[in-house]
């Protein structure tokens, strides 16, 4: 039988749109509900009609779909969007790849089981312990604009939105396949009302779920204040000097209502100043600056962005990212390491500082430095100025308290750009005693794409996940106040200089998944090890070359 080159075409296309749509256009996440069949139809015609290089359909589907979603990266590098693009594409296609190799050696259901643990057991992967590490298009994160649809991501997480996308797809797959092959034919009526009544149930379950969700915790208010000072990444450290930047950011401020005199906290986005040394950081000048501004509004702490440099003297390099400065008189050297920083301050002159964790690889992160870095090393002479590791502790800046104890502070969670894609990774300021989550962003370097509205809704489902108000400020937008219930309260506009203050609610209790962590990341990683053993231990089920499937010769 020939290829059907054009239904499979219409297939693919399919696929691509129905993945693509819900990080395109708004409240269209229900659309991924159905997006995989088209490529599970696809690969049963192939596996029907035993057609050879089947990979490179699957492959070029990934692709379209990475390409579709996420081609904005070029806005800030081609290369870098061509680099994750194919190879994120490459990593999808080879788990789909693996789960065809699978179907040889296992029957029945259990092939299908491994593809959606594996696919999710990835995305674990991604979320967690990976370097290099792109998790954009976690299939949870479908729903990021249609937060109506998962409340129960306070329990579950965005990875519990994996699930429910597999459990779908592969239910309506189930019915599909019963149905042309007649199976369906010979059950009785029990095993058709189970059958219809288990795909309702998984599809619509979850919904009704979250419509039963009603969050009423409330909290001590704390008024907060936004500045978006709309400085062009490309051009700003040399176009507009330091002071001027620091005047303009705190004339935004002083827009807001003073007058009251309530306990107030500013945000500034990430990277607004740089040139900051961790052990003078009181002597930098935009420091300097904003003590001023403070002993003036002495009810308000301001929390901002900083590229910050960590000094360190040492005979030899005392981190394999640091950047050797040249040698001092005693012969020592003065090293330093990169950071991407947060810096909250109050009116005292005392601050405290957190350092981005969850990096961009190749911009800030230099991922496996045993590799890495004498590559570097090879090719620039050294580690590339800023690099960081990454993977610190997660820890929270605290502020003055809104009550009335003096020794009481309040803990935020100051969630630098990237980590906001990092949904475990975010519960664990919550733990900490994060009653506030405040996102500084810089989502300049894409353009108007949607690149930074994709940025901003995973933020919303931050905010489900750990049940609480998140207050985010960008450099150039969209800067916002979310609920805990994912909804955007206010928001600022794109590409313009803005103020955007409002009140929210310090909260102190815990989510499920706060509590508990990623359940069904962890379940999926047990579940894919069992599958792989048992797929690359029992025999191949299929006959080949004369022998049964049994591995007899046949008579």
């Known amino acids: 039988m020939k290829k059907p080159f054009v239904i499979w075409a219409a297939l693919a296309l399919a696929f691509t749109v129905l993945m693509s749509v819900p990080w395109l256009v708004p409240h269209m996440g229900w659309t991924v509900l159905v997006g995989l069949l088209p490529l599970l139809i696809m690969e049963r015609l192939a596996s029907q009609n035993h057609v050879k290089h089947f990979w490179w359909w699957h492959y070029g589907c ?53 593809l959606a643990a594996t696919w999710m057991a990835w995305e674990r992967f991604y979320l967690t ?17 249609t937060t109506s649809l998962v ?4 329990v579950l997480g965005s990875m519990g939105g994996s699930m429910w996308v597999w459990a779908t ?71 507009v000097p330091r002071a001027q930047q620091d005047r303009e950011f705190l004339a935004l401020l002083e827009q807001a209502d003073w ?7 500013a945000l500034g986005p990430e990277t607004f100043t740089r040139g900051v040394y961790t052990n003078v950081v009181t002597q930098h000048e935009t420091f300097i600056r904003f003590q001023e501004f403070l002993h003036r509004h002495p009810q308000a702490s301001l929390l901002y962005g900083a590229i910050a440099f960590e000094p360190r003297f040492s005979y030899s390099s005392p981190d394999p990212c640091a950047y050797d400065m040249g040698p001092e008189p005693d012969g020592r050297h003065l090293w330093l390491l990169g950071h991407n920083s947060a810096i909250l301050t109050d009116t005292s002159g005392r601050y405290s500082i957190y350092h981005k964790s969850k ?14 870095v004498p590559l570097e090393r090879f090719l620039f002479g050294g580690p590339m100025m800023g690099k960081d590791i990454g993977q610190k502790e997660v820890s929270c800046l605290t502020m003055r308290s809104v009550r009335s104890a003096q020794d009481d502070k309040v803990p935020i969670g100051a969630v630098i750009c990237y980590e906001s894609v990092y949904g475990e990774y975010c519960t664990g300021y919550v733990r900490k005693g994060a009653q506030l989550l405040a996102v500084i962003t810089n989502d300049a370097w894409w353009g108007d794409t949607p690149g930074y509205r994709q940025h901003l809704n995973y933020s919303r489902l931050r905010a489900i996940e750990t049940r609480r108000w998140v207050a985010r400020c960008g450099n150039t937008g969209v800067s916002a106040f979310i609920d805990p219930c994912g909804r955007i309260v206010s928001r600022g506009p794109w590409w313009e200089p803005a103020m955007l203050e409002g ?10 998944f706060v509590r508990y962590g990623d359940i069904v990341g962890r379940l999926s990683v047990l579940l894919f090890a069992m599958l792989a053993a048992a797929a690359i231990l029992r025999p191949n089920l299929l006959p080949v070359k004369g022998k049964d499937t049994r591995g007899r010769k046949r008579r």
């Open 359 to 372: 990096l961009v690889v190749g911009t800030e992160l230099t991922p496996y430095p045993a590799v890495f």
């Open 129 to 145: 312990i990976a370097q290099i590490s792109w998790p954009w298009l976690v299939l949870g994160n479908a729903f990021a604009d």
């Open 169 to 239: 797809n592969l239910s309506l797959f189930g019915l599909m396949v019963a149905l042309s092959d007649g199976c369906m034919a010979r059950w009785n009526g029990k095993a058709r009302v189970a059958a219809f009544g288990g795909t309702v149930l998984v599809l619509f379950g979850p919904m009704l779920w979250s419509a039963c969700i009603h969050f009423s915790e409330t909290g001590e208010p704390l008024h907060v204040v936004i500045g978006q000072p709309n400085y062009d990444p490309y051009e700003k450290q040399g176009a």
């Open 503 to 512: 009140n929210v609610q310090l909260l102190e209790g815990c989510s499920f």
């Open 259 to 265: 007058t009251q005199g309530r306990p107030t906290l």
């Open 62 to 114: 990934f692709v379209l779909w990475n390409a579709v979603t996420t081609w904005w990266v070029a806005g800030a590098t081609v290369g870098g969007a061509i680099f994750a693009i194919l190879a994120n594409a490459l990593q999808m296609s080879v788990i789909f790849g693996s789960f065809r190799w699978v179907k040889k050696r296992l029957g029945g259901v259990l092939p299908y089981l491994y």
């Open 151 to 154: 409340q129960w991501y306070s």
